[in-house]
């Protein structure tokens, strides 16, 4: 038998000021500046090095005399040391214990080496900032909840008027209506054009709080809110111009003055630090086939348009998964965007929305890089190239077999305790050729990489048991938080699509309270499917959402609108669902109004899920194609406005009913 000896050391750290949400912990940052200088012959042999402080966010900086000051971030709790060593022979090194260092003071230090000239190193440390750039807490910032005072009076006055009342709402009678559009690339942009513009005509818009989109239909938000006061306009100015991108060719955004373009700004994007992927380039063929010249707009740029509640708060989805070894289904990460902030509510980590793409270290800005335009929020939003090819092989089962994979991949997660990390050690070769057909599957050869501003971070003890984070758990990692977002370089952001294709999770926080959801789904291909994966999903995480059992006959034949409430849940939001279907549109060219045999033909929109013109793959429409669309949407809307007007009215009973219960 071995028989190993151990020596223990016990030594008291001073104290630190910790930040923490009770999911992840901020600790104190120290910055330390370095800066190589020749001692003697200033003609001497060029000598290059590497510094090294272990566990800075900077990592390794190979470094040259003369070539400007260096900069390490680090947690200011750790024993830290400087290590400086030759590139051509690492033998020779200094370490200098950076605990030794007074704090703001220059110390300047001689590096002893064989080789002539010696080299002089002047070194200064210092606190870092004690605020965070990161802000953690899992409820709404003071931005939202300053513009939805505002809205509140926008959709009382819009309530008041649509549902006749006598008299004004008072402020805790005021539901949180919601509109969350999923994707489907051109059909999702414009029909979400044409099932606002319904909804602007009946006077119901501006009962609106929040919009939430996916994909395409981000696609539709991000245009129309250029313009601060959108929502208050006749729509028309903008369709037309939807009408005109929509239906132009599309060869010109492969023109070699194109090319050219794109290879120009994205070597600006690398210059300035941004990581190098294969979405930036998508982003900006995205942007010519969706606009004539470069957009300068940004995410930020929306606020002016929420500046005094005139609009709905737009929030557009992305998912966080793993660039190889996990599908979405084993690792899948809400992350969503708004022109306030961009963040996890999963970890209860935000940022302001220009910062996103910055990077940072231990909650705390360290480089700060010029907010990206929004078609480039827009490559990640509609990222149609991310997918592994496990990811595809899922979608292309039957949804039953989608569903029933991924409760699977999430069987093994227990609420109560964090499970331990059990390592198994597969015969060498087996484990290879494992590990071989992994990355194969799974690997995410074109996806995105943003800089993780939740990089550096640690993990509450207690952050498994917190209930926000039990909430929104759904991964196999869940329990290792070494193998958590937080501990990885950059992120991974997807098209919401490659697992469920919904906007629905950012309106189904608490802290959003939302009474009424405006479901409006553009899939081909199974009217509920979507929506029943949303209400699986949920069931699954404890989140309070209706169950989605539509009868035999409305799957048969989906109608243009269907109700989802549940009695039994009073915090679940109702559901109004509106299906992409051609149901009474067909005999009628507008609500009561049968069509005349001479317009039968233009009642006729062809929505299979084979050959449909308006097919996520097609990026043309033809003008006959998008007017059908356009009407199609915006006759489904107006042909239901009692059914929208009974959900409103129902939205605010609700809420009387919940100011009687609260007790005094």
């Keep these: 038998m071995d028989t190993w000896k151990l020596n223990f050391s016990c030594r008291i750290y001073r104290e630190e000021q910790l930040i923490s949400n009770g999911i992840l912990v901020a600790r104190e940052l120290s910055r330390l500046h370095v800066q190589l200088k020749k001692t003697g012959d200033p003609k001497g042999s060029e000598n290059r090095v590497q510094l090294v402080v272990a566990g800075a966010c900077e990592g390794p900086q ?14 200011t709790c750790w024993e ?24 703001s003071q220059l110390v300047r230090l001689v590096f002893p080496t064989s080789q002539e000239p010696l080299m002089r190193l002047e070194l200064k440390k210092e606190e870092g900032p004690k605020d965070l750039a990161v802000r953690l807490g899992c409820g709404l910032c003071p931005e939202e909840q300053a513009f939805l005072s505002k809205r509140k009076r926008v959709v009382a006055a819009a309530l008041k008027k649509a549902l006749q009342l006598d008299q004004d709402l008072q402020e805790d009678e005021i539901p949180v209506i ?12 414009t029909s979400l054009y044409g099932q606002l513009a319904g909804l602007r005509e009946l006077g119901l818009l501006d009962c609106i709080s929040y919009i939430t989109g996916a994909s395409g239909s981000t696609w539709a938000l991000a245009n129309l809110y250029e313009d601060p006061e959108w929502s208050q306009k006749d729509l028309a100015g903008p369709t037309e111009l939807l009408k005109t991108q929509v239906t132009k060719s599309k060869l010109g955004a492969l023109a070699p003055s194109q090319l050219w373009r794109y290879r120009q700004e994205l070597a600006e994007r690398t210059r300035l630090g941004h990581p190098t992927c294969f979405t930036n380039l998508w982003a900006l063929i995205n942007e010519a086939l969706l606009h004539d010249e470069p957009h300068e707009h940004k995410l930020s740029d929306q606020r002016e348009a929420l500046s005094q509640g005139q609009n709905p708060l737009p929030i557009y989805c992305a998912l966080n998964s793993k660039e190889r070894g996990l599908t979405t289904f084993e690792f899948g990460e809400w992350c969503e965007f708004s022109p306030y902030e961009v963040g996890f509510p999963k970890y209860g980590a935000f940022i302001p929305s220009e910062l996103f793409g910055s990077e940072f270290f231990m909650g705390r800005l360290v480089k700060q890089l010029p907010e990206s335009r929004i078609c480039f929020l827009e490559g990640i939003w509609s990222n149609l190239f991310a997918a592994s090819l496990q990811d595809s092989l899922y979608w292309a089962s039957e949804p039953k077999q989608f569903w029933d994979r991924w409760s699977q991949d999430r069987a093994s997660l227990d609420k109560e ?7 198994t050690e597969p015969p060498p070769t087996v484990g290879r050729i494992a590990e071989f057909f992994t990355n194969l599957l799974t690997k995410r050869p074109l996806a995105q990489a943003t800089h993780n501003f939740m990089r550096g971070l640690h993990f509450h003890k207690d952050y498994f048991h917190h209930p926000h984070f039990s909430t929104w758990k759904a991964t196999k990692l869940d329990g290792f938080p070494n193998q958590l977002t937080p501990m990885e370089p950059h992120l991974c952001l997807l098209d919401v699509g490659y697992f469920i294709n919904t906007s629905c999770p950012p309106l189904l926080k608490p802290t959003r309270d ?11 291909h199974g009217a509920f499917q979507q929506l029943q994966l949303v209400s699986q999903f949920c069931q699954e995480q404890g989140i309070p959402f209706p169950p989605i059992s539509p009868s035999p006959e409305e799957q048969r034949q989906p109608q243009e609108c269907h109700v989802f409430c549940d009695p039994a849940q009073p915090e679940a939001p109702a559901v109004l669902h509106f299906p992409l279907v051609n149901d009474s549109f067909q005999d009628h060219s507008a609500p009561g109004v049968p069509r ?42 107006c042909n239901n406005q009692e059914r929208l007007r009974e959900a409103l009215q129902q939205a605010v009973q609700r809420r009387r ?8």
């Design 80 to 103: 830290q040391e400087l290590t400086v060593h030759l590139q051509d022979d690492p033998h020779e090194q200094l370490k200098v214990p950076l605990c030794t260092l007074p704090s």
């Design 178 to 189: 919601a509109i969350m559009a999923t994707g489907g690339g051109i059909r999702a942009m």
């Design 657 to 664: 009913q919940r100011k009687q219960c609260r007790p005094e």
């Design 417 to 423: 305790r964090v499970p331990h990390l059990k390592i």
């Design 62 to 75: 190979d470094a040259s005399v003369g070539a400007g000051s260096f900069l390490f971030h680090y947690p």
């Design 596 to 637: 005349a045999l001479e317009e039968k033909a233009a009642g006729k929109v062809n929505l299979s899920s084979s050959d449909s013109p308006y097919h996520y793959t097609k990026v043309t429409y033809s003008q006959e194609d998008v007017d059908k669309l356009l009407r199609l949407t915006h006759y489904n809307i």
């Design 514 to 524: 939302v009474d009424l959801i405006l479901s409006l789904d553009y899939n081909l």
